[in-house]
Nanobody, 126 residues
Framework: VQLQASGGGLVQAGGSLRLSCAAS????????MAWFRQAPGKEREFVTA????????YYADSVKDRFTISRDNAKNTVYLQMDSLGPDDTAVYYC????????????????????WGQGTQVTVSS
């Protein structure tokens, strides 16, 4: 089982990036998928999640209206479109998969019971 995150990079404040997370070894359509991030010197925090059942989404307040999560089950891939980026968005971004019914459950369930991929670095310059 592997989750491969990609798409990170360096972008100026106000810019956009699109992250991808490709799943292999599991049927991602049966998993709620999420993105977390960890900034230097800070704890990992939840960003957003999309449920497997009805594709309901859930966002952290800090990214609401700027970030959009989506999934393509045919490609076993989940995406994170990030717009209006600011320096506070600088972090390593991780994707995670969880066998939970709702997106809202991922912040509490994923850290202990989720499947995690390696991170991709996002750096936003001011």
């Amino acid at each position: 089982v592997q989750l491969q995150a990609s798409g990170g990079g360096l972008v100026q404040a106000g810019g956009s990036l699109r992250l991808s997370c490709a799943a292999s070894g599991l049927t991602s359509s049966l998993y709620t998928m999420a993105w977390f991030r960890q900034a230097p010197g800070k704890e990992r925090e939840f960003v957003t999640a999309v449920s497997w059942r009805d594709h309901t989404t859930y966002y952290a307040d800090s990214v609401k209206d700027r970030f959009t999560i989506s999934r393509d089950n045919a490609k076993n891939t989940v995406y994170l479109q990030m717009d209006s980026l600011g320096p506070d968005d600088t972090a390593v971004y991780y994707c995670a998969a969880g066998r939970v019914a709702t997106a809202q459950a991922m912040p509490s369930i994923a850290p202990q019971r989720g499947i995690w991929g390696q991170g991709t670095q996002v750096t936003v310059s001011s």
